[in-house]
């Protein structure tokens, strides 16, 4: 076995940091750590046991389970046997419907899983007899469960590792994990990673990202998805660092007081919420703090633009700048336990506003870009060499460049081997000259910094012949602290609307301080008074959007976009094609006009 495996360049930083804290984890209220030295041990242990129920080389296991070390514990000593890592999507509230944990378990033809608590085994143990290849169920937390399964994750850890156990023989080339996308049309497809995927981009990843063993991270995004895996596990484990994890995601801000990060990776929904809260919170202070803050805002704002454009910052400003971060700045760097040197922003785009503001208050915040298909990174900022409202250049070994339709073509060690059986899809996507055709669209600035213009399959083209990337007005309207998520709409139409899902907290908070009275939620969303409000938070949000790509109709929808009504995938994107067959008629009023839609209340229109 060589160094080049994610299992033995694990087990080489552990030797190295063998008495440093490699986890945190909270167990009744405290948080408990786990050493590097400890975690080899309980890897080790869970290999065995695992190779004593038969589990070999080349076999798949699952995990489906919310962050803990038992996750890694679980995908580690997987990766020590040879075997092959299929995650499943899980957090806490939101467990999967069993047709699509079915489909997976059957495509990958896995062979063990391990399963956080007892609704999830009682899920899986229900479809069992429809999963051929699955013969062992294993239960990571089994206290309080009402009947004590055959196989638990404690009885596992127990096991003791034989002296003469001879190492699997894993070549860097081996197929390390399958990982199913998110799906949004069909199937999900199941992307094939090596472990050289895999550590040549945790490895540019660290190198750009400037991680090292005094790094801390607080895991709270689903380790299900290559961006937590790679980025806030492999990375940090790899470089002796520590991850601290989230009770479950609601808890994330009380926890990261504890943990103290100093690195934080998130999604634009995370960081439009704060935001959100943020604005909140002032405005619902004192006349004289409103104040306080606006002006340190008008300043630090001047004092960052200036800086950025490399400008000549004049003493009376670096004072006034250095008054303002002392009175106001300073405390919203507190946030988070006050260590945080690096905020590095994924997925989707995020609001250049909201991005800006974090920068100005005194973090350093970067935005990045990947997919599945790469593991995951492509490009990021780097905190030297940082522009707003791009993603930044390649990371070293990845090759891009633009290619018809501007799409954004990615060649590299991080490449997936292909979709799991699925070769003609695989040929479609990957070019005989090694060449991902990733589906997005995108531009290189002067300085090579690559910017996410938006999805070639989600382009609208207006009756006009306007292509508009919908994920950028959509991230302007989530931007309001009102609003939880919006789907637009317009292809071949002649003009945008747009479905809003407001937050429903939030609403009712501005009913109660407004004195709107209503009987149910459903009723409060019809009031004139809440879409007005809608109507002046959009309004705002489309102030810089060309006159084509602002929406001049909209509905309020009462139901959420949850994974579990299926109108989210479970990396959280909208499933545009079955929200639209689901609120069909809504987007038809939109476009039957004014008049008709007055008599039916449903529809506002600017």
Request: charge should be positive; charged fraction near 25%.
């Amino acid at each position: 076995m060589t160094s080049k495996t994610i299992y033995a360049k694990f087990m080489d930083s552990a030797k190295k940091n063998s008495d440093r804290i490699a986890m945190k984890y909270k167990r009744e209220g405290q948080f408990i750590p786990i050493t590097y030295a400890e975690l080899g041990k309980a890897v080790d242990a869970v290999a065995a046991s695992m190779r004593k129920l038969g589990i070999k080389q080349g076999d798949k296991v699952a995990i489906a389970s919310y962050n803990r070390p038992a996750w890694a514990i679980a995908d580690l000593a997987t990766l020590k046997l040879g075997a092959i890592v299929v995650p499943i999507y899980h957090i806490p509230g939101h467990l999967l419907p069993a047709s699509y944990v079915k489909y997976v378990l059957n495509d990958a033809q896995v062979k063990l899983i391990f399963v956080e608590k007892e609704e999830t085994y009682s899920l899986v143990a229900q479809i069992k007899s429809e999963t051929p290849s699955l013969q062992h169920i294993v239960l990571i937390e089994h206290k309080g469960a009402k009947e004590k399964p055959q196989i638990t994750f404690d009885d596992m850890k127990k096991a003791e590792t034989p002296v003469t156990e001879k190492p699997v023989d894993i070549s860097e080339e081996d197929v390390a994990t399958i990982v199913y996308t998110s799906g949004t049309t069909g199937d999900p497809k199941g992307v094939v990673l090596t472990h050289k995927n895999i550590i040549a981009n945790a490895s540019s990843a660290v190198e750009r990202c400037r991680l090292t063993a005094d790094d801390v991270i607080i895991s709270y995004l689903p380790l299900a998805h290559m961006a937590e895996r790679t980025c806030g596990y492999y990375t940090v484990l790899f470089g002796g660092g520590c991850i601290g994890y989230a009770e479950e995601p609601t808890t994330t801000a009380q926890d990261a007081e504890e943990i103290r990060p100093t690195l934080l990776l998130t999604v634009p929904r995370v960081m439009e919420k704060v935001y959100s809260k943020a604005i909140e919170k002032v405005e619902g202070s004192s006349p004289i703090r409103r104040r306080l803050v606006i002006a340190a805002i008008k300043n630090l704002n001047e004092y960052a633009n200036r800086k950025y454009r490399k400008q000549r910052i004049s003493l009376w400003l670096k004072l006034k700048r250095s008054i303002f971060d002392k009175l106001v700045a300073s405390k919203f760097r507190k946030l988070g336990g006050g260590r945080i040197r690096l905020i590095v922003c994924g997925t989707a785009p995020l609001n250049r506003q909201i991005a800006k503001m974090v920068y100005i208050l005194g973090f350093n915040i970067v935005e990045g870009y990947g997919l599945t298909e790469t593991s995951p990174v492509v490009a990021c900022n780097a905190i030297e060499d940082n522009t707003l409202g791009t993603v930044g250049r390649p990371i070293k070994g990845v090759d891009v460049r633009i290619g018809d339709n501007n799409e954004i073509l990615v060649r590299g060690p991080n490449v997936m081997k292909g979709y799991h059986n699925r070769p003609e899809e695989t040929a479609r996507v990957i070019d005989k000259e090694g060449w991902l055709h990733t589906g997005d669209q995108g531009s290189f600035d002067e300085n090579g910094h690559l910017t996410i213009t938006g999805r070639i399959k989600e382009i609208i083209v207006t009756a006009g012949g306007k292509n508009i990337a919908p994920t950028l007005v959509e991230g302007k309207i989530t931007a309001s602290r009102y609003v939880e998520h919006a789907m637009v709409f317009g292809d071949k139409k002649k003009y945008l609307a747009a479905l809003v899902v407001p937050d429903r907290e939030t609403i009712e908070q501005y009913a109660k301080a407004k004195n709107i009275g209503y009987d149910a939620y459903a009723q409060l969303l019809q009031k004139d008074e809440i879409k007005d409000l809608i109507k002046d938070e959009i309004r705002v949000a489309m102030t810089d959007l060309q006159f084509y790509e602002q929406v001049k109709a909209f509905a309020l929808i009462e139901e959420s976009f949850t994974v579990g009504n299926g109108l989210l995938t479970p990396s959280l994107k909208i499933r545009r094609k079955k929200i639209a067959e689901k609120y069909a008629d809504s987007l038809d009023d939109m476009y039957v006009g004014r008049e008709i839609c007055a008599e039916k209340k449903t529809v506002c229109y600017f």
